[in-house]
């Protein structure tokens, strides 16, 4: 009930009011609610008050370690708003420390170093990941958007690996068909972005490739509508 009402107040932009609720009732009462950490860090952040939304996401982790969102959103920060990446980098260490194995955190402390442009270190990340969670189609996902893809051969043996871990997740097909979109190979995207759809309709992200992939070709693309409106993908 608080965390609605909260969210009532955001959309009525009356965020002072709404401050003020989190910080003398709502995190008082429910020490234990990370939503309220976030709430009260994310109003701050759109405020443009940065160190005050810091402040709140660390509150957060140190009274909530197993939060997982609460040190993504604390070391987000640090990276992108105070452009300090190594302070990012301690963060995730932590986290990890508190979190062993937690795919969660090493996917997002990876998308870290690949915005930084270590690709390396994001591929290694990754790697280390996998031996842990070798079935997540999160991590094989992200794995294929950072390895160097331009020999055919090394491609396909990760797609293999991929698709045989995660036992042809959606999300795996959506990333091989972006893989093949980017080199401008439509026809070949469209058929693994159809692919995804028959395997999981609800997964819009697949259906907004296809409607990509059919503009890039000048086709029609009513039919794809017609099948979102009728699945209702999120």
């Known amino acids: 009930l608080y965390y609605k009402y909260i969210s009532f107040l955001r959309f009525r932009q009356q965020n002072t ?3 003020k609720m989190l910080n003398e009732t709502c995190i008082p009462k429910f020490p234990n609610c990370s939503k309220f950490y976030l709430q009260l860090g994310q109003i701050h952040y ?7 939304s810091q402040v709140a996401f660390e509150r957060g982790t140190r009274n909530l370690p197993h939060s997982i969102p609460l040190w993504i959103s604390l070391a987000r920060i640090e990276e992108v708003d105070l452009k300090r990446p190594p302070k990012a980098r301690s963060i995730f260490d932590v986290a990890l420390l508190k979190n062993p194995a937690n795919e969660t ?8 170093e690949a915005r930084l ?4 270190q994001a591929r290694f990340i990754v790697q280390q990941s996998l031996q842990k969670n070798p079935k997540s189609a999160s991590l094989w996902a992200e794995n294929i958007r950072i390895l160097p893809l331009k020999r055919a051969n090394v491609k396909k043996t990760i797609f293999q690996d991929a698709l045989k871990n ?8 959506v990333e091989i068909g972006i893989s093949f979109y980017r080199e401008l ?23 907004v490739w296809l409607a990509r992939c059919h503009k890039k070709l000048d086709r029609d693309i009513q ?10 993908p999120t």
């Open 223 to 232: 039919r794809v509508f017609n099948e979102v409106e009728y699945h209702e």
């Open 17 to 19: 009011a709404a401050i």
């Open 105 to 112: 955190l090493s996917l997002a402390r990876a998308q870290m």
């Open 185 to 207: 190979q439509y026809e070949t995207a469209i058929k693994w972005f159809e692919r995804a759809t028959r395997s999981d309709p609800s997964y819009g992200d697949s259906w």
């Open 117 to 120: 442009g270590n690709y390396d």
């Open 166 to 173: 995660t036992n042809n997740h959606c999300e795996i097909l």
């Open 46 to 52: 759109d405020l443009g008050q940065i160190e005050a």
